[in-house]
């Protein structure tokens, strides 16, 4: 029986790493020796903290993540760089989204052949899927305005830009997230004096930014919610009712939208440079996830199965 070290979540706020058994293989599946995680702020964080809404197959204990790059270790696809957004062959343990291991078994449609020169920063193209789902809706319109500038709306601007849509302007209250941005500008809300905005995409996940949003569109506009709302959503009508709003909800990436990012990538229209700030070898995993919640200047962190020291 394969074995891999795992972090589990125990329980809210109790994270361990640990060996875990895995799931034989069977003649579908491939084995991934799994070089990198990324840690998300959205879903992982609502496991971490015991806030996540429920879903199916949602318990703890449970081996989170969905952003995981590696090599095939057998088969007839061995050797090939492959990126995973999750598993579940962990036994009892849940694996909601079950990428956070030092090795996967999966069935071989779910490991996607990525370029084996993005190392790293492969753990990113669930986002930039994430934020192309959101752009390329058949009634989407193009974001004239982004709320957030963390790693989902820095890849939202820039697939944008890559789409040859016109630079949008984001919001972001953080002083120290307002760097980085490539062809657009990004700016603290209270100094916006802008108020007919035809689109707006909401990447931040805070359930009452509709009471920000509504009032900047203009009439007939739309509020394009892409971030994961942990709280219900609700918003004062007024706002809606005068402009006649229209408020949109997108849902996870398909894999259509995968292979649109892979192909951007491939062309250089888009790139995944400069998003990863944070790093840390699996034994820091304690260490590494604090880090990752505290937001400020880690826009994403990533553990190193290679170092488990």
Known sequence: ?????????????????????????????????????????GTERLLFTGRMPHFPGMGYPLVPGYE????????????????????????????????????LVVPSARAVTIDSSLEEKGTLLALAATAHHALSAPDAIPPALIAGHGVLGRLLARLTLALGFPAPTVWEPDALRRTGAEGYSVIDPRED?????????????????????????????CVVLAGFYADPVSFAFPPAFLREARIRVA?????????????????????????????RAVGEAQTAYAEAFAGGDCLKMILNWGARA
Request: glycine residues 12%.
């Open 251 to 279: 849902a996870e990436w398909a894999p259509t939208d995968l292979q649109a990012v892979q192909a951007m990538l491939v062309d250089g229209r888009l790139s995944l440079d400069g998003l990863i700030s944070h790093r």
């Open 1 to 41: 029986m394969p074995s891999a070290h795992a972090i589990i979540l125990e329980q809210p706020e109790r994270l361990t790493v640990r060996p875990v058994d895995l799931s034989e293989p069977g003649a579908e599946d491939v084995v991934v020796d799994v070089e990198w995680t990324g840690v998300s702020t």
């Open 68 to 103: 995981a790059v590696g090599r095939i270790s057998s088969g007839p696809r061995s050797g090939e760089t492959v990126f995973v957004p999750g598993a579940s062959c962990f036994g009892e343990l849940r694996g909601l989204f079950g990428a956070a291991a030092s090795r």
């Open 193 to 221: 004096d802008r108020w007919d905005y035809p689109s707006i995409y909401d990447m931040s996940g805070q359930a009452g930014i509709l009471d920000e949003l509504l009032p900047r569109l203009a009439r007939g506009g």
